[in-house]
């Protein structure tokens, strides 16, 4: 099968969150499972193009915007099993000359309303022929407005499956009515599938016109048409209900391997969680923390803001120190949470400690060495955190949303196959009472209930080839949907 993937941001070439991981690594194990997968990718001038050996094709194509013709150029390196292609314009790089004739706001929506449309042109003039068109978030769902509408009878719209996978909705694409007029789509485009508000929205492009749409996991496949997790966009989720996919996202088992991990300690397995114990007085030791070993030491690896549920920690802040606990933060974020956790760290330094950075080794260490991972998102749409802690033999304490549902299962309602601890109600209460029994189960004189869960955790299969293989068995049924 010939897959072409979309997308804004992959790993190592650009990466602005846990999204460009995930398309890369996705990309290479359906690769990896035989099949042939070219990326398309905007030009940023931060790629490095020496070290990836990009080349240029020579192939330079123009592209209508507005009463313009913006021209693409095309290079490509092949990488890991995969073909990438850059597409090179002024519009991708800092300091372009449109800056100073838009709106900071109408820059992005011109940058991809350009990119939507020469992710088509540089396919066909490339005659790359995909089976299947897999395309990530709203930067890129406008190309299937335009496969559907301006390139209707293309070999291209006919043959390929469009897929679009919506990685977080809180992530939408807005731009004003005249950046939509930019894109010189059918008026009637904008009036019936992507007005919002009065503006346009790009991620209603990939809602509309995809075959099938793709969420990251099970649970929150439902609730963006269910719930008010939909974002205002229920109703269009709920018109496209039958072709709403949830499939869970993986982890990079290389990169997160307690038994190979340079970054930790001492390394560990399933067999021997000696080496957790030695991470565990690590870590400890680094955050200037003294504990005895029946004291938990709670970690969190997470962006600081509201959708990662401080607002509820910040609550239950007072109740949860009176818990005999450890905690330790790593992350970065908004500006109002670094204040407020320093101001925490002040008042409990002996059971606080507060890293604001990004730090890939700090960040493997609290994985290993904490005893259990606090996950109280708001929502989260798959999460990566707790698949990862679970790798590790750190439990997770999460409240139950999207994919923090579907990967965690209770050990106080499931005792035999349970890998973590987790709460309905998004309250400091419920936070509260998840932690407490967390803590309680730790504590016990007798460690084989927790060992057990320990054990659990590691057992699972989060890896990225059992989610590949997911993802290719729904091309195959669309493609044969289509046909």
Known sequence: MNILVAASEMSPFYKLGERADV?????????????????????????????????????????????????????????????????????FKQGSRYSDINSKENINGLRFIFYARAIIEVTEALHINPDVIHAHEWQTGMTFAYLSTLFKNSQLNKKAAKFFTIHNLGFQGIFSESVFTMSQLPREVYECQLRYHGNVSFIRGGICFADAI?????????????????????????????????ILNGIEYKEWNPETDRYIKQNYSIDNLEGKYECRKSLLNQCGFEAEDN??????????????????????????????????????????????????????????KVFLRYDKRMEHQIYAGADMLLMPSKYEPCGLGQLIAMRYGTVPVVHATGGLTDTVIDFYDNPENGTGISFKDYSPDALLDAVTRAVNAF?????????????????????????????????????????
């Open 23 to 91: 398309i890369g690594t996705l990309a290479q194990e359906i690769a990896k499972l035989g099949h042939d997968v070219s990326v398309m990718l905007p030009g940023f001038s931060t790629i490095d193009r020496y070290r990836f050996g990009f080349k240029s094709l020579d192939l330079e194509i123009p592209i209508p915007i507005g009463r313009e013709l913006w021209s693409i150029e095309v290079y490509s390196s092949e990488w890991n099993g995969l073909t990438i292609y850059l597409l090179e314009n002024d519009m």
């Open 214 to 246: 793709t969420t990251v996991s099970e649970t929150y496949a439902k609730e963006i048409t269910e719930t008010e997790l939909g974002m205002e966009f229920q109703k269009n989720l709920q018109d496209r209900k039958e072709d709403i996919y949830g």
């Open 295 to 352: 004291v938990s030491l709670v970690g969190m690896v997470t962006k600081l803001n509201d959708q990662k549920g401080f607002d509820i920690i910040e609550k239950a802040t007072r109740d949860l120190h009176k818990l005999d606990i450890r905690v330790v933060i790593l992350g970065i974020g908004t500006f109002e949470w670094h204040s407020a956790l320093l101001k925490y760290q002040e008042l409990y330094p002996e059971r606080l």
């Open 443 to 483: 504590s016990l004189s007798d460690r084989m209930q927790w060992n057990n869960v320990v054990k659990n955790c590691m057992s699972q299969d989060f890896s990225w080839k059992k989610s590949a293989s997911k993802y290719v068995e729904l091309y195959n049924l669309i493609s044969k949907k289509i046909l």
